[in-house]
């Protein structure tokens, strides 16, 4: 892997070298990139040595909660989102139920025009049987080519956390507020760069779909990654900045709910200090789920 970072890295010196400004790659070659960056650096093991990267050790982390109103706007294309859907499941078991309410996303058309050729609208992941249901702001670049939420950078370190907590991924069921990704503008021909914030109007149109997963899922604990999934679950200006409510009980659709940041913070944020906040969330989750916690995952994260 290193020799093929090394092979991209020497062609972009030598186009550089012969004029050449801007190179084109498709969202599928940034995905893997990615996926390659965050293997080496966004860790979520309970190591402290491991903790810091070398080049951020010296800096000191903004460990400051992003305010709602520092975050970018959450601008749409323009396109008017119609009023939600009413989702109708069968009655059958929860497979058959899941299966059922797949084929209905998949086929919504208002999530389908919002999804650029090639890629695809997403719905959640995981056991149907699940106690633990994690809920996230949006697919990004690699979960609308994969269709799977949580399958970027983020992703992967969602996916360190619930082994910290002693779980797999496939003990656990996660979705995310939004079916597709937001769009923004994008050069002709280009693939779409960066990530927006959703709507207000694209979250409510979303938000039956979510309900009718915890509906079918019946899990006994939410958890709410990050501002726009609380904003999604508890309402637009529930709250003033994540981090008056993050570690707090809530309510959603009868289910409690806890409130944390999104692992991206973390990705922004390695310290010690950072991964405790959201490990003493989960701390909580783990406690309200009887899930047995051992001293030394009580223990994890507290070095500075
Ligand atoms: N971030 C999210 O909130 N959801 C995803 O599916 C991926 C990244």
Redesign the pocket.
Known sequence: MRAALTAITDELRRLKTTGVKTVTVSDESVAALRRVVASRRSGFTPDTKSAAPLAMSRVKPDLRPIPVAARPAPVSTGTPIPPPPTVVLPTGDKQTRWNALLALVQNDAVCRSHVRPGKKV?LGVGNVDAKIMF??????A??EVQG????????QL?TKMIQAMGLQRAEVY?G???NWRPEMATAPGAGQVG?RPPTEDEMRYCLPYLRAQIEVVNPDLLVA??T??AQGLLGFGSFKAIGEIRGQWREFAGKPLMVTY???YILRNQSNRSKRMIWEDLLKVMERAAMPISDKQRGFFLSK
């Open positions: 997403v809920v996230g702001e949006a697919p990004g690699e979960e799977e939420p949580f399958v970027g950078p983020a992703g969602l996660i995310n507020i939004m990530n990654l990050g726009t999934a999104h692992p991206s």
